[in-house]
């Protein structure tokens, strides 16, 4: 799936997704031959956690 794909699916913006691959959250996000970054349902069920802990109050550290 791609950036766009996974932000429809989850409900955060792209801003957010890169923003959650800087800091570590994601790791290994595998990019295709144009450098498209490719996401995995395992990405998507961590995204999916992520968001559940965060809503929480949990902080991203």
């Given amino acids: 799936m791609l950036i766009s794909d996974i932000a429809k699916k989850t409900g955060l913006s792209i801003h957010t997704l890169r923003y959650y691959e800087q800091i570590g959250l994601l790791k290994n996000i595998h990019r295709n031959q144009a450098g498209r970054r490719v996401y995995t349902q395992l990405d998507l069920d961590w ?9 929480t109050g949990m902080p991203l550290e």
Avoid: A
């Fill in 47 to 55: 995204l999916e956690w992520i968001k559940r802990l965060k809503s």
